[in-house]
């Protein structure tokens, strides 16, 4: 059982390399298997499809990076809220990303907004980000309602926007990340709605 484990590990760790180095249609299931040290009919033993790795392994990927770039953001509550919605941007920019956690967020984002129709990745990740959405709005009620404040459940849905927007422009090269015009754009959101 425990290699079982061992090597289905090891075939989701190749197919996430390849599919961020290649994306979905370029990665081969030859090349997955040769890096995974095991023969192709290994990898459709333990899954039924190249589409079922592929959200299996990038999925995955996804939640993990998720969870990483949260646990890069300090939310005490003595920082400034624009302080930590700058952080928030800054942990998404390519130059704070690694090659395949720049990747895999372009992955994501590609995948949610439906680039190859709609697939089990796709309602898994609209799933996730909705998720991930809520969490970022109750997080923000929670640090309002701390400091004395209301947090106006739009003005942080747009706010989420914002953040998200931005990202995707650093992410697909449409803008550099300027840390201080984003404090400014969001000082300006936020001014008459939240304590900063």
């Known amino acids: 059982m425990d290699s079982e484990i061992s090597t289905r590990t090891a075939i989701k ?3 996430l390399q390849a599919f961020c180095r290649l994306g979905f249609e370029h990665a081969k299931m030859r090349d997955i298997a040769q890096a995974a040290g095991v023969q192709v ?3 459709y033993y333990h899954y039924a499809s190249k589409e079922d790795l592929y959200t299996e392994a990038v999925f995955d990927g996804i939640v993990a990076l998720f969870a990483a770039l949260r646990a890069r953001v300090s939310f005490a509550r003595e920082r400034t809220l624009p302080a930590i919605l700058a952080d928030l ?4 920019s390519p130059a704070n990303l690694t090659a395949q956690e720049a990747a895999l967020y372009r992955i994501s984002i590609l995948e949610w907004m439906g680039h190859r129709g709609d697939c089990a990745l796709t309602r898994k990740l609209r799933d996730m980000i909705a998720a991930c959405r809520s ?3 109750v997080g923000l009620q929670r640090r ?5 404040a ?3 459940p739009m003005i942080a849905d747009l706010v989420y926007r914002y953040l998200e927007h931005e990202a995707i422009r650093m992410l697909f090269d449409v803008a550099p990340f300027d840390r201080y015009a984003a404090e ?4 300006h959101i936020l001014s008459p709605v939240l304590p900063v």
């Not at 941007?89 to 998404?92: E, F, K, Q, T, Y």
């Not at 400014?184 to 000082?187: A, C, D, G, V």
């Open 89 to 92: 941007l800054a942990v998404r």
């Open 135 to 137: 969490e970022f709005l």
């Open 184 to 187: 400014r754009e969001l000082q």
């Open 41 to 43: 009919s290994v990898i």
């Open 144 to 148: 309002a309602s701390a400091t004395g």
């Open 13 to 15: 760790e190749a197919a």
């Open 150 to 152: 209301n947090a106006d």
